[in-house]
Each structure stands twice: as C-alpha cells, then as structure tokens.
C-alpha cells in the first residue's frame, strides 16, 4: 500500500518562505512522477509543480515560476516543495500526490495516490 504523507505547512508573512515535505511509503518510489497540488477555499483543486523520476526535469504552474522549487530526495522516498516569496494568494491547502504511469502531469485526475494536505496560510 502507498502513503503519502505532507508536513511543514503553517502560517507565513507574505514574502517570507516555508518548505514542504512529503514522505512516500513503498518501494517504487523513485520510479514515478511526483506532484504537487494546491486546493483553496472554494476553487478547485490546481497544479502547483512537478517532478519526474530522476529528478532531471521539473515543471510548474506560471503563478509559481520562480518562487516555488520543486525536488526529491529518492535515497529518502521524500519529495520537497520549497515555497519563497510567498504572496496571500499561495494561502490553500498544499497536496502531494504519485503521478500514475505514463499521464499527464497536469491533471489531478491522472494522479493515483495523495496525501492529506497541509495547510499554507499566508497573511498580507
């Protein structure tokens, strides 16, 4: 069975930085896409970044090119989402999820594991 399991959330300043972290169970870590998500009050459920299995290439929402880092740490099953110059805006809950093989990285519905989310606040 595959878990996921995010930490570091809170409540931040705006412009001030938080990393997340997501510790994956299970073997076949290092062989899948991983992805971050975010969900706010009342909106749907959007695609912050992501990260392929190597950790060569990455990819990211426009709102979040250049503050967010996406990486990982296979040794650790752990995959990072480092948050900078935060903006009231970035304020939702933050999901780690396991791209199932061979979809596309943009789609929550093309994810077939999350974790429980973590709350990012971010106050103006």
């Known amino acids: 069975q595959v878990q996921l399991v995010e930490s570091g959330g809170g409540l931040v300043q705006a412009g001030g930085s938080l990393r997340l972290s997501c510790v994956v169970s299970?073997?076949?870590?290092?062989?899948?896409?991983m992805g971050w998500f975010r969900q706010a009050p009342g909106k749907e459920r959007e695609f912050v970044a992501a990260i392929v299995w190597s950790g060569w290439r990455t990819y990211y929402a426009d709102s979040v090119k250049g503050r967010f880092t996406i990486s990982r740490d296979n040794a650790k099953n752990t995959v990072y989402l480092q948050m900078n110059s935060l903006k009231p805006e970035d304020t939702a809950v933050y999901y780690c999820?396991?791209?199932?093989?061979?979809?596309?990285?943009?789609?929550?519905?093309?994810?077939?594991?999350w974790g429980q989310g973590t709350q990012v606040t971010v106050s103006s």
């Open positions: 299970g073997r076949t870590f290092s062989s899948y896409t």
């Open positions: 999820a396991r791209l199932a093989a061979g979809s596309s990285y943009l789609h929550a519905g093309e994810y077939d594991y």
